[in-house]
């Protein structure tokens, strides 16, 4: 371990928060300044107002979002140095098939890596968003999460069918899924309207219960884990109306 990662190890130490613990730990790791630089001079916004975030984990990427317009995301790790090139991928196969917004995005260099820019939307992500506002919106979000698995789960995308097993039928709960929905979208606080959905590079064709699960356990500790609940119930009414 370098002194550098040594050092971080110890100052986050002493910090008990969770989150920013993972954000110092980045800030002291990385030279976070070099990522608003590129990200300034690539959308020409030589002073453009730069928030940073780090990701889950605090490890894995960096995002610059400038003027709350326009985001980069640079890969921290090699293990996520396919990821761009990944989301854009799947991002663009789903983009006219989901009835939720999908980000578009494009791939630039920045250091040998590829890094992904995409508009920016604002509002909040269920992790923010405090637990009387997501109840409040409970149902109007469960039934467009619904909408977007039930659309996307039956879809077959010319594009990434060399992803999926040969000679495989998409069924209940199972089919092309965006894998990680429990705080990957963006809602309108005041309305409960998704805005958009982001971060595309777990998606597969694949069971989607494991990961309703974990967004279930990640809501329930919020006092919020009907709202996936309530997802499954629509999820099963729209797809035994198609049938």
């Known amino acids: 371990m370098g002194i550098k990662k040594a050092a971080a190890n110890v100052v986050c130490g002493f910090i008990p928060n969770k989150k920013l613990r993972h954000r110092v730990r980045t800030r002291l790791n990385y030279d976070i300044k070099q990522y608003i630089d590129f990200a300034r001079r690539d959308a020409g916004r030589p002073n453009g107002r730069a928030r940073t975030y780090s990701g889950h984990g605090g490890m894995k990427k960096i995002i610059v979002v400038l003027d709350d ?77 619904a909408a977007f698995i039930f659309e996307l789960g039956r879809s077959d995308p010319e594009s ?9 039928r998409p069924g209940m709960f199972y089919g092309w899924y965006h894998n990680d929905i429990g ?9 409960g309207d998704i805005v958009a ?46 049938e």
């Open 160 to 168: 990434i069918r060399h992803m999926k097993p040969a000679d495989v």
């Open 69 to 145: 317009v326009v985001a980069y995301k640079f890969p921290l790790v090699a293990a996520r140095a396919d990821s761009p090139r990944r989301e854009k991928m799947f991002a663009d196969a789903f983009r006219d098939i989901s009835p939720i917004y999908i980000p578009k995005m494009e791939i630039l260099e920045f250091n040998g890596m590829d890094v992904l820019k995409y508009d920016f939307h604002a509002g909040k992500t269920l992790a923010d968003m405090d637990t009387d506002t997501i109840l409040r919106h409970e149902d109007k979000i469960a039934n467009q999460l």
């Open 183 to 191: 705080g990957n979208f963006v809602v309108d606080p005041d309305t």
């Open 197 to 242: 959905f982001i971060d595309w590079e777990s998606a597969a064709f694949c069971d989607m219960h494991g990961d309703l699960m974990r967004a279930r356990r990640f809501l329930d500790k919020r006092g919020a884990g009907a709202l996936i609940m309530k997802t499954v119930f629509e999820y099963i009414r729209l797809y035994q109306a198609a």
